[in-house]
T-cell receptor, first 117, second 114 residues
Framework: AQSVAQPEDQVNVAEGNPLTVKCTYS??????LFWYVQYPNRGLQFLLK??????LVKGSYGFEAEFNKSQTSFHLKKPSALVSDSALYFC???????????????FGSGTRLQVQP | EAQVTQNPRYLITVTGKKLTVTCSQN?????MSWYRQDPGLGLRQIYY???????DKGDVPEGYKVSRKEKRNFPLILESPSPNQTSLYFC?????????????FGQGTRLTVV
């Protein structure tokens, strides 16, 4: 089965500084990778995805992610953090089970980003 | 506005009392899923549906049922809830199979079983 790992439960960064939220993956075949954000009392919102193409993927709200095949990583980045970026961030990978045809999103455990004014 | 609507948002119930959490989407999506979110575990898929009358088990289906009689609706049924089903539940829909296209999530239902 495919899996993703988010090694940090929480990331703290000062407003205006660059931020990185880490994600590593373990898949067989080509990975389909996603980042979602969850604001308090809200559902998850799609930020960006990597399926193929450029290793640097640009997404919503100024976020981007870098796909690194050799390091099996898909870190989320933003050049200048905002207080409003404080939220819970989930990395996810497509999990395809050939025997059943099932496709599912497998999520990491989440990283809470806290941006201090 | 494209959206996935879940009801209720909050629910406290007692062990064994049947309940249904409704989910409706207005995007004409074929694919719908239910997830539960628990601290430190991320989201885990309970059930999914690829189209009307087509449903299948996800990673943690025990104790849950679903139905898909109409394209827009995908209710989650707990026939006999137990305290270990206390969790935050999300419904999601997508144009394509899970993990192939962007998924849209409802706002969540926080369920407490006492």
């Amino acid at each position: 089965a495919q899996s993703v790992a988010q090694p940090e439960d929480q990331v703290n960064v000062a407003e205006g500084n660059p931020l990185t939220v880490k994600c590593t993956y373990s898949v067989s075949g080509n990975p389909y990778l996603f980042w979602y954000v969850q604001y308090p009392n809200r559902g998850l919102q799609f930020l960006l995805k990597y399926i193929t193409g450029d290793n640097l993927v640009k997404g919503s709200y100024g976020f981007e992610a870098e796909f690194n095949k050799s390091q099996t990583s898909f870190h989320l980045k933003k050049p200048s953090a905002l207080v409003s970026d404080s939220a819970l961030y989930f990395c996810a990978v497509r999990d395809y089970q050939a025997d059943t045809g099932r496709r599912a999103l497998t999520f990491g455990s989440g990283t809470r980003l806290q941006v201090q004014p | 506005e494209a959206q996935v609507t879940q009801n209720p948002r909050y629910l406290i119930t007692v062990t064994g009392k049947k309940l249904t959490v409704t989910c409706s989407q207005n995007m004409n999506h074929e694919y719908m899923s239910w997830y539960r979110q628990d601290p430190g575990l991320g989201l885990r898929q309970i059930y999914y549906s690829m189209n009307v009358e087509v449903t299948d088990k996800g990673d943690v289906p025990e104790g849950y049922k679903v139905s898909r009689k109409e394209k827009r609706n995908f209710p989650l049924i707990l026939e006999s809830p137990s305290p270990n089903q206390t969790s935050l539940y999300f419904c999601a829909s997508s144009r394509g199979p899970s993990g192939s296209t962007e998924a849209f999530f409802g706002q969540g239902t926080r369920l407490t079983v006492v």
